[in-house]
């Protein structure tokens, strides 16, 4: 049998994250490749930068898969100048397509969360922190549960272990007794609201800035924090979207070779300054 188009990739990508879920202002689907080339091997990473590429181009990959958006707010130039422009030039000169899932892989069921929920320990009985308004299945963050309570390092000590290597910052008594937890993967500042209103123990997420958590932390009478990277809280899904992808594909008699960049593109490289 032939190998996959990169249409019959996009068609099955976008079956499990549809565009349609993605917010307005976000900008998911396919950046550049040509959809009648074929498919042999996807890259998934984090991020679409320069390691990435350079990763892709050794491993012979025929399309990157990546969650954060190459052009998030438009362009009017994809000039090799430009760090996002060589990116480009380089990916079209190797005959190599970028698609992107950000927002709809978010809301999606399962999605980056669910994948987090499960990097934590959380139960597989997981539910939307936010649910969608036309299919409350779907939604932003996760809810679930531990195997049993524990103090709040203990969940933190747990959390690290269960993530990418990544600098951990913890509101709350260390010694809080923790069971229900809610997740987001990425920025969780608009979902401070929803974690207190859940009436869980404790919330982890990412970029959470000083004011809202301080403000959130004063009010009292809601769950304790936990903030991590946003490349570490995204990264737990790519092997999931990967697992799914192949699957389905070989369930039509198709081979597609996935890999997980490891590559940490996380801004933040340094945690340690001793």
């Known amino acids: 049998m032939p190998p996959s188009s990169l249409a ?13 879920w993605a917010e307005p202002w976000d900008a998911v689907g396919l950046v550049c490749g040509d959809p009648a080339l074929p498919v042999r091997k996807v890259l998934f990473a984090v991020d679409p930068v320069a390691v990435v590429v350079d990763e892709a181009l050794e491993w012979g990959a025929d399309l990157v898969v990546t969650h954060h958006p190459l052009y998030l707010r438009g362009t009017t130039t994809v000039a090799a100048s430009t760090f996002k422009g060589r990116v480009i030039h380089r ?56 195997p049993s309570p524990m103090a709040l390092r203990e969940f933190a000590a747990r959390a690290a272990s269960g993530l990418p290597p990544t ?5 709350g008594d260390p010694e809080r007794t923790v ?16 974690a207190r209103a859940a009436g869980v ?18 009010a009292g009478g809601g769950p304790a924090l936990v903030d991590a990277s946003h490349w570490a809280t995204e990264w737990p899904w790519l092997a ?8 389905a594909m070989a ?24």
């Open 167 to 171: 600098s951990l910052k913890v509101a």
């Open 8 to 20: 019959e990739i996009i068609a099955e990508m976008e079956a499990q994250y549809d565009p349609a």
């Open 91 to 146: 990916l079209i000169r190797n005959d190599v397509a970028l698609y992107t899932a950000h927002t709809n892989a978010d809301v999606a069921s399962p999605g980056v969360s669910d994948a987090l929920a499960r990097a934590v320990g959380l139960s597989p009985d997981l539910r939307p922190l936010q649910p969608s308004a036309d299919d409350p299945r779907r939604g932003l963050g996760r809810i679930g549960t531990l």
């Open 240 to 247: 999931e979207a990967a697992e799914r992808l192949t699957s």
């Open 251 to 274: 369930a039509k008699g198709i081979t597609v070779e996935a890999r997980i960049s490891d590559v940490v593109t996380d801004v933040w490289t340094t945690t340690d300054l001793d």
């Open 201 to 218: 123990d404790v919330f982890l997420t990412a970029d959470l800035r000083h004011h809202p958590a301080s403000e959130f932390m004063e």
């Open 179 to 194: 069971e229900t937890v809610a997740v987001s993967g990425g920025a969780g500042d608009s979902l401070l609201g929803a």
